[in-house]
């Protein structure tokens, strides 16, 4: 499986960015994808998942500025950001697990896409 993850740049204190990712080499019958942040220095932290059940679900500090969606036919995974702030400056990363459950923890994803910087100046 390979995850192509693209739209990552540099975007001033309250602008907006739109991450896309896309998996290929497989067919899942039921699966979630997720996007997941590291800075340097920091250990990887989640940001957003999707389920092909349609439950969404956020980290506390991107709720209701960032919004995940996914084209379930195309496996692929949106994250549109909104309202971005210096701290959330990172390489993201998207994943994929098989299972319709959604899940915060990195260990639980199966395949993972190369990462996109988004730099965000304050």
């Known amino acids: 499986v390979q995850l192509q993850a693209s739209g990552g740049g540099l975007v001033q204190t309250g602008g907006s960015l739109r991450l896309s990712c896309a998996a290929s080499?497989?067919?899942?019958?039921?699966?979630?994808m997720a996007w997941f942040r590291q800075a340097p220095g920091a250990e990887r932290e989640f940001v957003a998942a999707i389920s092909t059940s349609g439950a969404t679900y956020y980290a506390s500090s991107v709720k209701g500025r960032f919004t995940i969606s996914a084209d379930r036919a195309k496996i692929t995974v949106y994250l549109q950001m909104n309202s971005l702030k210096p701290e959330d400056t990172a390489v993201y990363y998207c994943?994929?697990?098989?299972?319709?459950?959604?899940?915060?923890?990195?260990?639980?994803?199966?395949?993972w896409g190369q990462g996109t910087q988004v730099t965000v100046s304050s």
């Open positions: 080499g497989r067919t899942f019958s039921s699966f979630s």
């Open positions: 994943a994929v697990r098989s299972s319709w459950v959604i899940s915060t923890i990195v260990k639980t994803y199966d395949y």
